[in-house]
């Protein structure tokens, strides 16, 4: 168990519909980074948040958005979701309260399958 | 800007040789270097990390990564492959990116590594 948990891990939808994905970072890491890997195109960093704002932006489509909560979690929502969405989603947590580096760790993911 | 590159996409080693999968990177800072490893349907699990300090680095598993600044290059190795090492390797360059708590990662596009019993 990393300490950074998503959820849910395996996630089937039609096209059209909309998902959320939830992460909870690492006891402690202030910020979380949203990434997609795809058979095509690799790993593709998508958001990333720290301490509840928005600090950095991807290839994050514009149906797609996501929002860090008070407590630190964070949410991805995927809308109009299309077939080529179909992917595995991780998320990622760095920094603990201190500002130190601490180095990033990778949840488990989320993979998204649109039918 | 900074960039990586996996010199290669697949490697092959029979069980017990040694494995080197090769990375070299660009960055206008200093980086933070890392390997991560996935298995097939899992995540991403950290091997070890540069962070400018030792420039060898041992990581889990076995597998170490010697940190060159001359030639741009992190290159992972482990002394002997055991079937278990088949994944996919990640190599991944981070720089501070517009204000604290905010770091850039590049990621390589990976290599397969592949085990022969």
């Known amino acids: 168990d990393s300490g950074v948990t998503q959820t849910p891990k395996h996630l089937i939808t039609a096209t059209g519909q909309r998902v959320t994905l939830r992460c909870s970072p690492r006891s402690g890491d202030l910020s979380v980074y949203w990434y997609q890997q795809s058979l095509d195109q690799g790993l593709q960093f998508l958001i990333q948040?720290?301490?509840?704002?928005?600090?950095a932006k991807g290839n994050i489509l514009e149906r797609f958005s996501a929002q860090q909560f008070p407590d630190l979690h964070s949410e991805l929502n995927l809308s109009s979701l299309e077939l080529g969405d179909s992917a595995l989603y991780f998320c990622a947590s760095s920094v603990d309260k201190e500002g130190r580096f601490v180095g990033y760790t990778f949840g488990s993911g989320t993979r998204l399958t649109v039918v | 800007a900074q960039s990586v590159t996996q010199l290669d996409s697949h490697v092959s080693v029979s069980e017990g040789t040694p494995v080197l999968l090769r990375c070299n990177y660009s960055?206008?800072?200093?980086?933070?270097l890392f390997w991560y490893v996935q298995h097939p349907n899992k995540g991403l699990q950290l091997l070890l990390k540069y962070t400018s300090a030792a420039t060898l680095v041992k990581g889990i598993n076995g597998f170490e990564a010697e940190f060159k600044k001359s030639e741009t290059s992190f290159h992972l190795t482990k002394p002997s492959a055991h079937m278990s090492d088949a994944a996919e390797y990640f190599c991944?360059?981070?720089?501070?990116?517009?204000?604290?708590?905010?770091?850039?990662?590049?990621f390589g596009k990976g290599t397969k590594l592949s085990v022969i019993p």
């Open positions: 991944v360059v981070s720089v501070p990116y517009s204000g604290a708590g905010s770091y850039q990662l590049t």
């Open positions: 948040y720290y301490n509840g704002e928005e600090r």
């Open positions: 960055s206008s800072y200093s980086p933070s």
